[in-house]
């Protein structure tokens, strides 16, 4: 089991801190640089280990940077406090752009991502609770991680705790069955705590996601289970931190945020090869030089 870093933790906590009381335009744009350095500690991991998931990592850090910078209540140093903010990873295979984000909060220090997915680390392909302080449930089978949401964020209702809980999910996941009666459920019960987050790049493994079962109109889809629907750019600080605004009214929210597979990349950058493709270091040279810009 992985330890807190105290100090980073420390850094971390302070930097929410300042956030919380800067101007929007500070806020993302120190987002913005935090998001640029989870990338690169991204790349440096998935090519050490040979393996990995860098388009899609790429395409869900800038939401990861965002909730944990400058939304949810967190704090590495109580990763159990009852009253924290819960993050379901749904799309577990993503699970290097969290271990990133994690160790910059402090949740356990850095240098063990160079451990990722080596043998016996903790931090192997796809996240584990009982390993990894700040994952609350394993993941990876798509379209399990939703339902556990779900469930979480009934019991925090009926606790009483009024903590916040988020969700996300990759687009190819929706093909998903289960996510659909997981969003019957939360529409059913108001769970207006619970913010599912929908990480739209259009690109799922082998295809384009309309290509392999068409989910447009998507938004519809949502609002006719009764969730209150904000569309925004993924990448834009700006727009996530407004998209993960509490919800207003009784309704749980679904943030559609329209992202880009590989983004910070440009060979990257919307190509289906790079769900799981590992740079080579010719690759990954061009990559860190793009990422130092």
Same mark, same amino acid.
């Given at each position: 089991?992985?330890?807190?870093?105290?100090?980073?933790?420390?850094?971390?906590?302070?930097?929410?801190?300042? +956030?919380?009381?800067?101007?929007?335009?500070?806020?993302?744009?120190?987002?913005?640089?935090?998001?640029?350095?989870?990338?690169?500690?991204?790349? $440096?991991?998935?090519?050490?280990?040979?393996?990995?998931?860098?388009?899609?990592?790429?395409?869900?850090?800038?939401?990861?940077?965002?909730?944990?910078?400058?939304?949810?209540?967190?704090?590495?140093?109580?990763?159990?406090?009852?009253?924290?903010?819960?993050?379901? +990873?749904?799309?577990?295979? @993503?699970?290097?752009?969290?271990?990133?984000?994690?160790?910059?909060?402090?949740?356990?220090?850095?240098? $063990?991502?160079?451990?990722?997915?080596?043998?016996?680390?903790? +931090?192997?392909?796809?996240?584990?609770?009982?390993?990894?302080?700040?994952?609350?449930?394993?993941?990876?089978?798509?379209?399990?991680?939703?339902?556990?949401?779900?469930?979480?964020?009934?019991?925090?209702?009926?606790?009483?705790?009024?903590?916040?809980?988020?969700?996300?999910?990759?687009?190819?996941?929706?093909?998903?069955?289960?996510?659909?009666?997981?969003?019957? @459920?939360?529409?059913?019960?108001?769970?207006? $705590?619970?913010?599912?987050?929908?990480?739209?790049?259009?690109?799922?493994?082998? $295809?384009?996601?309309?290509?392999?079962?068409?989910?447009?109109?998507?938004?519809?889809?949502?609002?006719?289970?009764?969730?209150?629907?904000?569309?925004?750019?993924?990448?834009?600080?700006?727009?996530?931190?407004?998209?993960?605004?509490?919800?207003?009214?009784?309704?749980?929210?679904?943030?559609?945020?329209?992202? @880009?597979?590989?983004?910070?990349?440009?060979?990257?950058?919307?190509?289906?090869?790079?769900?799981?493709?590992?740079?080579?270091?010719?690759?990954? @040279?061009?990559?860190?030089?793009?990422?130092?810009?």
């Amino acid at each position: 089991m992985l330890t807190t870093d105290d100090a980073q933790a420390e850094h971390y906590l302070r930097l929410r801190r300042r +956030l919380a009381d800067g101007d929007v335009a500070d806020v993302a744009a120190t987002l913005a640089e935090l998001a640029r350095q989870v990338r690169q500690a991204d790349l $440096a991991m998935i090519r050490r280990a040979g393996l990995g998931h860098i388009g899609s990592d790429f395409s869900v850090i800038d939401i990861l940077v965002t909730l944990y910078g400058a939304v949810m209540s967190v704090d590495p140093r109580a990763p159990l406090a009852a009253d924290r903010d819960r993050l379901i +990873l749904s799309k577990g295979h @993503t699970a290097g752009a969290l271990y990133a984000v994690l160790a910059q909060c402090g949740f356990f220090a850095e240098s $063990a991502l160079e451990t990722f997915a080596g043998p016996l680390s903790p +931090l192997n392909g796809h996240p584990n609770r009982t390993k990894v302080p700040g994952v609350e449930t394993n993941t990876g089978p798509l379209g399990h991680g939703f339902p556990v949401a779900v469930g979480v964020a009934l019991a925090s209702r009926l606790s009483g705790s009024g903590h916040r809980t988020f969700v996300i999910l990759g687009d190819g996941e929706l093909q998903e069955g289960s996510n659909w009666e997981a969003a019957m @459920t939360a529409g059913h019960h108001r769970l207006s $705590a619970l913010t599912a987050v929908v990480d739209r790049n259009m690109l799922q493994q082998g $295809a384009r996601t309309e290509e392999t079962k068409r989910l447009e109109p998507l938004a519809d889809k949502w609002i006719s289970f009764g969730w209150d629907v904000r569309e925004c750019d993924g990448h834009d600080h700006r727009e996530l931190l407004a998209a993960f605004a509490p919800a207003v009214g009784d309704r749980p929210v679904c943030v559609i945020a329209h992202t @880009t597979k590989g983004k910070g990349v440009s060979f990257m950058e919307d190509r289906v090869e790079w769900h799981h493709k590992v740079p080579s270091q010719e690759q990954a @040279t061009t990559a860190f030089e793009e990422l130092a810009r």
